[in-house]
């Protein structure tokens, strides 16, 4: 058994060596990134913490922002219906253009963030299978509370091993919007350097998150998905 994960959100953390912010050099960016629609940002806002370029929400709760800080570019793309395809592009070609124009030759470490829903196939509430499935299996242990269960999740920390030199964090938590659905996230963080002549490599991380979550942590919590 296999699910359809529905995909609402994607981040990108891309550290660098620390600089100092150039609003000049960040403006001409927005100005080069405006001219690709498809990638380009609406708003240009210099505020404490960096520089931020944003376009405007169309449904409450939408993100798309790249945010430079002084040690790492962030990409977040939520609610927007963006596939992986779509944000693998933004990442590859923001960066691409970042580099150059920000004076940086090398990305220290990179790490991605996706977040899916899920519907359990034979649970009509994602908090009755989280607690009866996969934190305490049968019903006596949770009466020691003393009252009914809003929310809850757990976490998964899976490290380095080997030739795998990436980690990922996994959280399963339940979605207060749909009862029905469970929340998936899966943090991928990948310490190797790449210099900025092999930034594509960026689409690859970017899978590797999205597939641990879709491949591994889906079949795991299909495994107990039974009636």
């Known amino acids: 058994m296999t699910y359809d994960p529905r995909t609402i959100a994607f981040t990108a953390e891309i550290l660098h060596p620390p600089q100092q912010l150039r609003p000049d050099l960040l403006q001409g960016l927005h100005n080069t990134l405006y001219r690709q629609p498809a990638i380009g940002y609406q708003n240009f806002q210099v505020a404490q ?5 944003s376009n405007l929400p169309q449904a409450p709760g939408q993100v798309s922002m790249a945010s430079f800080l002084w040690d790492r570019i962030v990409l977040r793309e939520e609610l927007r219906g ?8 933004r990442v590859v070609n923001v960066a691409s253009a970042a580099f150059p124009a920000l004076g940086h030759s090398t990305a220290l470490a990179q790490q991605f963030v996706v977040r899916s829903l899920i519907s359990p196939r034979h649970f009509r509430d994602g908090r009755e299978f989280l607690s009866r499935r996969l934190v305490a299996p049968g019903t006596e242990s949770w009466q020691a509370f003393g009252r009914p269960l809003q929310a809850g999740g757990v976490r998964f920390l899976f490290p380095a091993n080997g030739q795998q030199r990436e980690s990922y964090q996994v959280r399963i938590e339940t979605w207060p919007q749909d009862v029905q659905s469970l929340w998936l996230e899966n943090t991928g963080s990948f310490p190797g350097p790449i210099g900025a002549a092999d930034l594509p490599q960026l689409a690859s991380q970017l899978d590797a998150t999205y597939r641990f979550l879709t491949g591994p942590v889906s079949r795991f919590l299909a495994t107990l998905d039974t009636p």
């Open 49 to 53: 913490d960096g520089v931020h370029l």
């Open 82 to 89: 963006t596939t992986l395809e779509d944000f693998a592009t």
